[in-house]
């Protein structure tokens, strides 16, 4: 699977962005998709998964309220929806493709990494 992210900018605080995730190659609706980000100096973490049918979803408590992770598996794309963007969201943002969501959640465990789009959001 490949995985083409896109959507990342410059933003003010309080503002909103979407993030697209589309993959191509083997049949997406088979993985769990999600999202993680690397802010400078930091280590990459966890912000959202989807399950393969879209119904069921897992947050960060960090952006918990604020960001919405959907999926269209017609069209093999993920998004993340983020709105009341803070300073500290700043991070390349990178969506994932794993088996399940134990391992959509573990950075260890992630089949397949996009590669990376920068979202900055000035205070």
């Known amino acids: 699977v490949q995985l083409q992210a896109s959507g990342g900018g410059l933003v003010q605080a309080g503002g909103s962005l979407r993030l697209s995730c589309a993959a191509s190659?083997?049949?997406?609706?088979?993985?769990?998709m999600g999202w993680f980000r690397q802010a400078p100096g930091k280590a990459r973490e966890f912000v959202a998964a989807?399950?393969?049918?879209?119904?069921?979803?897992k947050y960060a408590d960090s952006v918990k309220g604020r960001f919405t992770i959907s999926r269209d598996n017609a069209r093999s794309t993920v998004y993340l929806q983020m709105n009341s963007l803070k300073p500290e969201d700043t991070a390349v943002y990178y969506c994932?493709?794993?088996?399940?969501?134990?391992?959509?959640?573990?950075?260890?465990?992630?089949?397949?990494w996009g590669q990376g789009t920068l979202v900055t959001v000035s205070s």
């Open positions: 994932a493709a794993a088996v399940s969501f134990a391992q959509a959640m573990n950075q260890g465990r992630i089949e397949y």
């Open positions: 190659g083997r049949a997406f609706s088979i993985y769990v």
């Open positions: 989807v399950s393969q049918s879209g119904g069921t979803t």
